[in-house]
């Protein structure tokens, strides 16, 4: 198998990039979660990968994270899901706001994804509910403000259900720093 691939971007076409390695080009699927973050054409990359062997076709899947390959790994276990739908399902969706919409069994959230139905999305949340690591926002740099989605997934992370963290976030001030709107959203949880 094909875990890393380390060399020159020479081509990117989403979903597609083709990387220069030792005179060889590899055709690699990524997720926009990847595809934006990529260095210029020309330059040095290294992606970690997943090789999926067809009958007609070696695939090559790459990812920036560790977290990204192992979301995608999970998803390919799920009956159903083929590489195509789990890299929809990273490009819609980061791996934190994944694990957030599981935790909170938001299948809704998951419908909004091209190629994500109902039922899919229901399986999504059903099969992974253990699966990911729990959602967990980093806390951003002392004076930087909070948004409203960051709070949730941090409550969210810490286990209250969704109704209760979107309530706790409307009573914020919204310039907050994330840290100190993580603090208060705990102190009105603790009243209620």
Known sequence: MIGRIAGKLVEKNFPQVIVSCNGVGYE???????FYPLPKQGEEVVLLTHLVVREDAHLLYGFLSEGERATFRQLLRISGVGPKVALS???????DDLAAAVTAEDSARLTKIPGIGKKTAERLVLELRDK????VTAVRAAG????GGDVV????GLGYNDREAQAAVKQLAPDLPLTDAIRQALKHLSKT
Do not use: E, F, Q, R
């Open 28 to 34: 690699i699927d990524v997720p926009m979660s990847t």
């Open 89 to 95: 399902v990273l490009s819609g969706l980061s791996v």
């Open 132 to 135: 990911l690591p729990k959602a």
């Open 144 to 147: 930087a403000g909070a948004t």
């Open 153 to 156: 997934n941090a409550l969210l």
